[in-house]
């Protein structure tokens, strides 16, 4: 079984930066698709990043540039270093498993195992 908990969220300026913290337990990350969710009320949950198990990366284009995704393999996290911050990351940000090699697919639906989320605010 899989278990993740986020850390790091909070309140920033606009054009500042957050890093988030994802602790894994009960399975390697190097062994893992992973991604970082968000969801704003009223609005659908969307991937921010993913990570396959080799280390591969992916972002779509709104945080491409500005936010990086990367795995410790010895401490088995997963982090999100987010930059230049706009208020439209304001959400609820997840972190996300599953037990796959390869190519991660990046659909929501994809992911079976889900933290309970830390909030991103940023104020303009």
């Known amino acids: 079984q899989v278990q993740l908990v986020e850390s790091g969220g909070g309140s920033v300026q606009a054009g500042g930066s957050l890093r988030l913290s994802c602790a894994v337990s009960?399975?390697?990350?190097?062994?893992?698709?992973m991604g970082w969710f968000r969801q704003a009320p009223g609005k659908e949950r969307e991937g921010v990043a993913v990570?396959?198990?080799?280390?591969?990366?992916s972002y779509p284009d709104p945080v491409k540039g500005r936010f990086t995704i990367s795995k410790d393999n010895a401490k088995n996290i997963l982090e999100l270093q987010m930059d230049s911050l706009k208020p439209e990351d304001t959400a609820m940000y997840y972190c996300?498993?599953?037990?796959?090699?390869?190519?991660?697919?990046?659909?929501?639906?994809?992911?079976?195992?889900w933290g309970q989320g830390t909030q991103v605010t940023i104020s303009s």
């Open positions: 990570i396959d198990s080799d280390g591969s990366t």
């Open positions: 009960g399975f390697p990350v190097s062994r893992l698709c």
């Open positions: 996300a498993a599953e037990v796959w090699t390869g190519v991660c697919p990046r659909a929501t639906s994809f992911f079976g195992y």
